[in-house]
Nanobody
Framework: QVQLVESGGGSVQAGGSLRLSCAAS????????VGWFRQTPGKEREGVAA????????YYASSVKGRFTVSQDSAKSTVYLEMNSLKPEDTATYYC??????????????????WGQGTQVTVSS
């Protein structure tokens, strides 16, 4: 059974930093995609960053490019999202997700079957 557990959320002031972690378990093959998404009430889940299993440069949404960094520690089966220069508009619930088979764009929420429970990030001005 695939399980994803996010941690590291919290409240920070604008300009601050947070590092989110996503601990994965329940599968042995390397995931095809690992993504970070965020969602605010009444809005669709937005792709923030993603790592492609086949290698290559990670995906970043234009709104976070240059501020957020996605990385993974395969030995620990953990994926991280380092968030710097946070803005109030980054306030959201953040989710990690894993796709284990081939598919379309890793930046699309519809591509993922397995999700964590989410962790809240609040950035105050």
């Amino acid at each position: 059974q695939v399980q994803l557990v996010e941690s590291g959320g919290g409240s920070v002031q604008a300009g601050g930093s947070l590092r989110l972690s996503c601990a994965a378990s329940g599968y042995t093959a390397s995931p095809n995609c690992v993504g970070w998404f965020r969602q605010t009430p009444g809005k669709e889940r937005e792709g923030v960053a993603a790592i492609y299993g086949g290698g290559g440069s990670p995906y970043y949404a234009s709104s976070v490019k240059g501020r957020f960094t996605v990385s993974q520690d395969s030995a620990k089966s953990t994926v991280y999202l380092e968030m710097n220069s946070l803005k109030p508009e980054d306030t959201a619930t953040y989710y990690c997700a894993v796709r284990l088979s081939d598919g379309g764009y890793c930046s699309r929420a519809s591509e993922y079957k397995y999700w964590g429970q989410g962790t809240q990030v609040t950035v105050s001005s």
